[in-house]
């Protein structure tokens, strides 16, 4: 998959067939349209390409909106790179750029830049300044400049707005089974491990304390969950508290891994941790000693869930 931080610098010389959308999560609902998507590329000689935009709109037409999106731009770009897409195009989103009429985005993205033959869009897209044109528009554009438009049925859009939904639901209370079904495979956290309290090191559970940058993340439900990562090309199973750390009067939200049988130091280094199964939801003991009992119960559940993967 070749990667395009914008429509400006795409290589057109290959007509393309083109869909548009944020594609959140990369969910099993997306991945049909991208299968449509990359079929028809490979049947009419094209090349397939997802136009996306980065910032999402509503973090520059409403910067107050607190948007959390299942994916940062890195996972998802990580998640579309193993579907067969042969181009991914971010184009930067700005106040700017949602001034431009239908016809200036039409024919500055879709045929100047992209190279355009066939669009598959949904039924309810909009664009244009003000979001004032829809597909029926783009159809007409596409009558006067050579591409066609194909729609993506009402159910599909449905399906794919229902799943982004439970997704975020599922997340939000802690139920990761059922997100992870929904997105086709574990939902992730990626970030940097920065120094904490050392608090797990005292408890003989020694933790990576994950910093993610992106505001805009997703963050599930405080609570202990089963994770896993891959660390120097090796599976590493553990458990991750998130949450305010209670027993010991934590004011603020951290997000700490431990993981089983290793010994190294992550400090510094960029990790992604896989959310496998939610635990307990985070509590506040009566002691560091109960907190202790707790943790060696949450690590003895862990084993015999992992063992059972195996």
């Known amino acids: 998959m070749k990667l395009?931080?914008?429509a400006d610098k795409y290589d057109n010389k290959v007509p393309s067939v083109v869909t548009i959308g944020t594609f959140d999560g990369v969910h099993i609902g997306?991945?049909?349209?991208?299968?449509?998507?990359?079929?028809?590329?490979?049947n009419n000689g094209l090349e397939s390409v997802i136009l996306t935009f980065f910032p999402h709109p509503r973090m520059v037409l409403q910067q107050d909106s607190g948007i959390k999106l299942i994916n940062t731009i890195e996972e998802r770009i990580q998640i579309l790179e193993k579907t067969g897409l042969d181009n991914l195009v971010i184009h930067p989103f700005t106040k700017e750029f949602s001034r431009l009429t239908a016809g200036e985005y039409v024919h500055q993205m879709l045929i100047d830049r992209l190279n355009v033959r066939h669009v598959i869009i949904g039924?309810?897209?909009?664009?244009?300044?003000?979001?004032?044109?829809?597909?029926?528009?783009l159809a007409s554009y596409g009558i006067q400049n050579n591409f066609t438009v194909e729609e993506i049925?009402?159910?599909?859009?449905?399906?794919?707005?229902?799943?982004?939904?439970?997704?975020?639901?599922?997340?939000?209370?802690?139920?990761i089974t059922k997100a992870n079904k929904y997105l086709g495979y574990n939902f992730m956290l990626t970030g940097r491990v920065i120094k904490g309290k050392a608090l797990?090191?005292?408890?003989?559970?020694?933790?990576?304390?994950?910093?993610?940058?992106?505001?805009?993340?997703?963050?599930?439900k405080n609570g202990v969950y089963i994770v896993k990562s891959y660390?120097?090309?090796?599976?590493?199973?553990?458990m991750m508290n998130i949450g305010t750390n209670p027993t010991v009067n934590g004011s603020h939200q951290t997000i700490e891994a431990h993981f089983f049988d290793a010994s190294f130091n992550l400090y510094d280094k960029k990790i992604q941790i896989e959310l496998l199964k939610h635990i307990r939801d985070e509590k506040k003991f009566d002691s560091v000693d109960q907190l202790q009992q707790a943790m060696q119960q949450d690590e003895d559940?862990?084993?015999e869930y992992i063992n059972s993967l195996v």
């Open 30 to 42: 997306h991945k049909k349209i991208i299968e449509r998507l990359i079929e028809n590329a490979t």
């Open 231 to 238: 660390i120097d090309g090796k599976i590493y199973f553990g």
């Open 153 to 175: 049925s009402k159910q599909d859009i449905d399906d794919v707005a229902i799943s982004s939904t439970k997704i975020r639901e599922a997340l939000l209370q802690s139920n």
């Open 4 to 6: 395009y931080h914008s």
């Open 200 to 220: 797990g090191r005292k408890l003989n559970y020694p933790t990576a304390n994950l910093h993610i940058e992106e505001e805009y993340k997703l963050i599930p």
């Open 301 to 303: 559940f862990s084993r």
């Open 123 to 137: 039924y309810d897209h909009r664009f244009g300044r003000n979001r004032n044109s829809n597909i029926t528009d």
